[in-house]
């Protein structure tokens, strides 16, 4: 049994989890419900558009490139615009289809169907976080439970892996606090693992091996999770109704953001995210995803059939999957079970990283997992949508090295004496020599690609614009739309730095250069000007070559708003924390419904911090806890 350091928990009741391989699946159940042909359309209007304007703008660049035959250095070239333009294609087009299925499919009005009360666990697992965050959203929670319609069974449980011992200590008080308050008795625990073998996998394999046959289901939360207790239960009774349905995914709203980077990815989420997830519900279906967080699994069907295997690695050393959340989809896919998305329900939240380093360092984390997947991409049994999931995981990372080339070539786009027979010369393959005429053509490119970019904004902004709560959150049209525009240049001055610090992760992860696992800084304080200019030394640097290339080398100057970008990395990312109170009110704040008009879960969830933090710091109650 695994030692635990402090185990405040319930009578033991343990579910077996067989080990899985992925030469090989398990046992197979056949799902009960039809599949329409409706939803083949659905997945042929995601797929068929996207590889036709990829197969024509890669036919027009090969044939522009000359009559002669394709070089080989033209051919990567080639490459990496069908690599780039597919992705980019794709993403347009589930945008669209989002937008159609918003259209065309109505959220039922019909009240939920009864059912036998169910018995379903909150699962937190947590890693050196701050105690009163974590135990003051957890108490946020069993109030807005407890305080709605009572039918199924809700138990919390607290699964600690920290290692730092004052951190442990704050825990223990914090779970004694939390114990204080009015609640029924036996709905809230808590364990600490003595140590984090296998990280979260390890920490929930644990719970479900010892506790996990007394749940039929069970939520997973993050230390940074925020529920309602509606959108609890409204999982709990979408699993109740679907007997197919193994894993169902809610579409967690970013909250918390209190500086200007935040702010940005934050407003994005809100204004544009469900639209994203409206059109991945389109073409996913059954063969949806998973988030790692604010998502019901049915806990029998999981332990069934997503024990991950370890990845074998040199000389047979064992790998640790990193990104677990796409591949337990995945395998549990692959035995039967429906994994689902809800994109339209509200009430789920989760924060973001507040600066623009603290969501590299994150990625960084992510892409090594993420690149974990490519070695899963021929594994046995898996639905094709859901190799579809682990390869678009990868490629949201190798997009960046391959955007990079893209524009390190770009910035070749000048202009020579008269136009050459080929592209690329024998005495350098590897410079290429462009007409004089490739200045209009790339300026239609350029047109063409960010307005791609740009199609999936606009069509949320204005669907998002027409809302009732939308109108009423922002008063006027001139706050919206100046909000949107404010977004909108800060994404453009981001961009091309989290493009080269998305190629910097990439090449670490092929490298094998395995971030140390630390919790999510969380904190607003930012980072020193030395600090900042070593992490972003390497965009300073190019920026400041294809500068100096525009001047001096007739490196096109269509590069020039990337160049500007990337030069000046060091001072947009100390501005990246600026708390957004500095700003003055109005669009600058980007404010988003959420903030303007504040939920209920969110408000009384930072009175329980407030309150938890207050009796953490009390020395009395310390006192009177231990």
């Known amino acids: 049994m695994t ?14 989890m067989p080990a899985q391989t992925f030469a090989q699946p398990g046992a197979i159940r056949q799902m009960t419900g039809p599949r329409r042909m409706v939803d083949k359309i659905w997945r042929l209007a995601a797929f068929l558009p996207t590889l036709l304007l990829t197969t024509v703008l890669c036919l027009s660049v090969a044939d522009y490139f000359g009559q002669g035959g394709v070089a080989l250095a033209e051919g990567v070239v080639l ?8 992705w980019l294609a794709f993403s347009v087009n589930t945008a669209v289809l989002g937008a159609l299925r918003m259209a ?14 169910q018995d379903i666990a909150l699962l937190v697992p947590v890693y050196n976080e701050t105690a009163w965050d974590v135990f003051g959203n957890a108490s946020a929670m069993l109030k807005e439970l407890r305080s709605g319609p009572q039918g199924d069974r809700y138990t919390l449980f607290i699964l600690s892996d920290t290692g730092d011992a004052a951190l442990a200590a704050q825990e223990e008080r914090a779970f004694a606090a939390l114990q204080g308050e009015v609640f029924p008795a036996k709905i809230a625990y808590y364990r600490r693992r003595a140590d984090n073998i296998d990280k979260k996998v390890g920490n929930i394999t644990d719970w479900i091996e010892n506790w996990g046959a007394a749940y039929e289901a069970m939520v997973i939360l993050d230390a940074d999770s925020l529920m309602s207790g509606a959108a609890i239960r409204q999982l709990a009774h979408a699993l109740a109704d679907d007997p197919d349905a193994g894993l169902i995914q809610s579409r967690p709203t970013l909250i918390g953001a209190s500086t200007l980077f935040g702010r940005v990815q934050q407003f994005s989420n809100s204004v544009y995210g469900w639209l994203s997830a409206e059109g991945l519900t389109s073409w996913a279906q059954h063969e949806g995803n998973y988030w790692g967080h604010n998502a019901i699994i049915r806990t029998r069907a999981f332990a069934q ?7 074998r690695g040199r000389k047979g050393a064992k790998h640790l999957i990193l990104s677990h959340d796409f591949v337990e989809a ?5 035995a039967g079970w429906a994994v689902r998305l809800l994109p339209r329900m509200g009430g789920s939240f989760e924060e973001t990283p507040q600066t623009l380093i603290d969501y590299a360092l994150r990625d960084r984390r992510w ?4 690149m974990q997947h490519l070695r899963l991409l021929a594994a046995r049994g898996f639905h094709v949508i859901s190799r579809l999931h682990l390869l678009q995981g990868a490629l949201a990372f190798l997009m960046s090295p391959a955007w990079l080339a893209v524009v390190i070539l770009w910035s070749f786009v000048g202009t020579t004496p008269a136009p050459p027979s080929a592209y690329f ?11 004089v005429q490739q200045i209009d053509v790339a300026w239609i490119y350029l047109a063409f690609v960010y307005g791609m970019l740009l199609c999936p904004k606009v069509i949320g902004a204005i669907i998002f614009g027409l809302r009732r709560r939308t109108r009423a959150a922002y008063g006027s049209p001139r706050m919206y739309v100046g909000s949107i525009l404010f977004e909108l240049v800060l994404s453009v001055l981001y961009a091309p730095i989290m493009m080269v610090q998305g190629t910097i992760a990439t090449i ?23 600090e900042t200019a070593r992490f972003h030394w390497v965009e300073t640097v190019l920026g400041a070559a294809l500068i100096t290339g525009v001047i001096f080398a007739n490196v096109s100057w269509l590069i020039l708003p990337i160049a500007i970008s990337l030069a000046a990395a060091v001072p947009l990312s100390r501005l990246s924390a600026l708390p957004i109170t500095r700003l003055s009110k109005g669009a600058l704040q980007l404010d988003t419904p959420h903030t303007l008009i504040e939920p209920h879960i969110v408000r009384l969830a930072r009175r329980e911090r407030e309150a938890m933090k207050k009796t953490l710091s009390d020395p009395a109650a310390s006192i009177a806890a231990e």
Request: include cysteine; charged fraction near 10%; charge should be positive.
């Open 104 to 117: 065309l499919v109505r959220t039922s009005t019909q009240p939920a169907r009864p059912h036998a009360p």
């Open 3 to 16: 030692p635990y350091a402090a185990a405040h928990m319930p009578p033991r009741a343990p579910l077996q």
């Open 330 to 334: 995945g395998m549990l896919r692959r």
């Open 508 to 530: 670490f992860a092929a490298l094998g250069r395995q971030p140390a696992w630390t919790p999510q800084n969380r904190g607003i304080a930012g980072y020193s000007w030395r």
């Open 367 to 370: 892409c090594h997992g993420n």
């Open 425 to 435: 010369s024998s005495s350098n393959p590897l410079m290429p020599i462009w007409p």
């Open 305 to 311: 059939s997503a024990r991950l295997p370890y990845l």
């Open 79 to 86: 490459g990496l615009v069908a690599l780039t333009f597919i």
